[in-house]
Structure formats: structure tokens, C-alpha cells
């Protein structure tokens, strides 16, 4: 099993619509987790950290669910500008080596 | 540009070649990954430098890729003897990170590696 696994989509939604993406991390003694956008051929930069609260952005909410080891994003109203591939980061260990791991990405494809 | 900068873009080699890629990272950021992103993947843990010093390389698929940063600063992946299946984009990263709290990591462009 995959550290992060993230559904590869794409996720082909109309304008205005609601999205939602799942994480999953096998590693129970992750202590930090982060969405990062990637667009076509260019770097990942990042969303938004998720916190064991939840936490909003505008129409990006992301929450975590420690218990069943998952984390998520949800995008409302989405817009044209929203097609990119988003990027789950499970950071393993609040000691020691910070090696994060990043799931292979999720496509949205949002259509006017 | 107060970003994070990678030298070249791309680059081009012939199977069995030597490459060398050059991260530039922001100004006093003390931790700089490597990661190697192919197609439809996330990017791949390679190397993990706190200061001058690799805290982690478990990343390194083999001993054809070394990485260095002698000053603390820029860092080099050296890439012996390439093969096909190094084709990737290598993508270099900076953060704040102390060694005791993560934080956000700031991406360079990436270079787009090519072995024919």
C-alpha cells in the first residue's frame, strides 16, 4: 500500500459546481498534511495546511480525519482558474527528518 | 526573483553521460530538497539538506546520483553514467524548516532532464 494515495481522476466538473478530493495515509504518526497545486508543466506551489479543526480558504475548505486517516478538499463555486492537478503532502514525524510525502495528484478539469 | 531558481530548464544528454543540476534557493532558507517528478506522478523524495549537510538521502535511487551543497546555500545533483529511465523533471526545494517544525516549501521551476 502507498503511503499517500490519491484518486488520479480527472475530475471533469461545469463551472460553478462543488468538488471534492480524499487523501488517504497509511503512516498513523503523520503530524503535518497540506494540499499544493501543480499546474501543467510547472512547479507545485502551496494551497493550503490542514488542520485538525479545518481550516478555510474562500471556497477551499480542507479538514483532516485523523481517526480513519484521511484528509480533504473541498472547492465551491468552482471556476475556470481551478483546473490543475492538487497535490496531497503527509508529513511523517514532528522529529527528526522531514521527509514529506506527496500523493500522486488529482486532476480537475473545470468546463465553462 | 526572490524565488527558488533551477539551472538549466532542460537538458539533454546521451545515455551514459554525466549531468549536473543546479538549484539556486531563497535567500536563508536553511533546508533544500530534491525530488524527481515523472508523468502523472507526485514528486519523489531524493535528497534532504538541513545547512550544509544531507539529513537524509534514503530518497537517492542508487549511487549514480550524488548531491551536494558545500556552502549552505546552492546545491548540485550529480547524475553518473544516465540512463533512460532518469528522464524525469527534477524539482528543488527551500524552507525555513529548523529541524524541529515544517514548514512550507518553496518550488523551482524544475529541470526537465531528457536521456536519449
Known amino acids: 500500500r502507498k503511503e499517500v494515495e490519491q484518486d488520479p481522476g480527472p475530475f471533469n466538473v461545469p463551472e460553478g459546481a462543488t468538488v471534492a478530493f480524499n487523501c488517504t495515509y497509511s503512516?498513523?504518526?503523520?503530524?503535518?498534511f497540506f494540499w499544493y497545486r501543480q499546474d501543467c508543466r510547472k512547479e507545485p506551489k502551496l494551497l493550503m495546511s490542514?488542520?485538525?479543526s479545518g481550516n478555510e480558504d474562500g471556497r477551499f475548505t480542507a479538514q483532516l480525519n485523523r481517526a480513519s486517516q484521511y484528509i480533504s478538499l473541498l472547492i465551491r463555486d468552482s471556476k475556470l482558474s481551478d483546473s490543475a492537478t492538487y497535490l496531497c503532502?503527509?508529513?511523517?514525524?514532528?522529529?527528526?527528518?522531514?521527509?514529506?510525502?506527496f500523493g500522486r495528484g488529482t486532476s480537475l478539469i473545470v468546463h465553462p | 526573483g526572490a524565488g527558488v531558481s533551477q539551472t538549466p530548464s532542460n537538458k539533454v544528454t546521451e545515455k551514459g553521460k554525466y549531468v549536473e543540476l543546479r538549484c539556486d534557493p531563497i535567500?536563508?532558507?536553511?533546508?533544500l530538497y530534491w525530488y524527481r517528478q515523472s508523468l502523472g506522478q507526485g514528486p519523489e523524495f531524493l535528497i534532504y539538506f538541513q545547512g550544509t549537510g544531507a539529513a537524509d538521502d534514503s530518497g537517492l535511487p542508487n549511487d549514480r546520483f550524488f548531491a551536494v551543497r558545500p556552502e549552505g546555500s546552492v546545491s548540485t545533483l550529480k547524475i553518473q553514467r544516465t540512463e533512460r529511465g532518469d528522464s524525469a523533471v527534477y524539482l528543488c526545494a527551500s524552507s525555513s524548516d529548523s529541524g524541529s517544525s515544517y514548514n512550507e516549501q518553496f518550488f523551482g521551476p524544475g529541470t526537465r532532464l531528457t536521456v536519449l
Open positions: 490542514v488542520y485538525s
Open positions: 535567500s536563508g532558507h536553511t533546508a
Open positions: 503532502v503527509v508529513n511523517p514525524t514532528s522529529g527528526g527528518s522531514y521527509i514529506p510525502t
Open positions: 503512516n498513523s504518526a503523520s503530524q503535518s
